[in-house]
């Protein structure tokens, strides 16, 4: 069973960081991209960085570019959210999703959510003092 299971979220101050951990299980990470999205309290969730497969493609966001870093272990079957600088509006659910790459991009860039794609359970981000 493909499943995704996000990790690493918690209380932390303006500009500090966190790196937020997405393990998979059921499935071979190095077919699929990898995305992370946020949806914070009466807000629309929202595509924050995107991996492709290869690991050749990466999409941030432009409320992040400069701040984070997405990458991919395969061998762990584990991809990365470094976040730097956090801000009080990066506070949200963090949330990670595979999928095939197209498939993936364009729900990380353009919203549009494909009928195959999995989802983690969300982990928590709180950007205060």
């Known amino acids: 069973q493909l499943q995704l299971v996000e990790s690493g979220g918690g209380l932390v101050q303006p500009g500090g960081s966190l790196r937020l951990s997405c393990a998979v299980s059921g499935f071979t990470l190095d077919y699929y991209a990898i995305g992370w999205f946020r949806q914070a309290p009466g807000k629309e969730r929202e595509g924050v960085s995107c991996i492709s497969s290869s690991g050749s493609s990466t999409y941030y966001a432009d409320s992040v570019k400069g701040r984070f870093s997405i990458s991919r272990d395969n061998a762990k079957?584990?991809?990365?959210?470094?976040?730097?600088?956090?801000?009080?509006?990066?506070?949200?659910?963090?949330?990670?999703?595979?999928?095939?790459?197209?498939?993936?991009?364009?729900?990380?860039?353009?919203?549009?959510?494909?009928?195959?794609?999995?989802?983690?359970?969300g982990t928590q981000v709180t950007v205060s003092s």
């Open 77 to 121: 079957s584990t991809v990365y959210l470094q976040m730097n600088s956090l801000k009080p509006e990066d506070t949200a659910v963090y949330y990670c999703a595979a999928d095939q790459d197209s498939a993936l991009f364009k729900t990380c860039i353009l919203s549009m959510v494909g009928t195959n794609t999995v989802w983690g359970q």
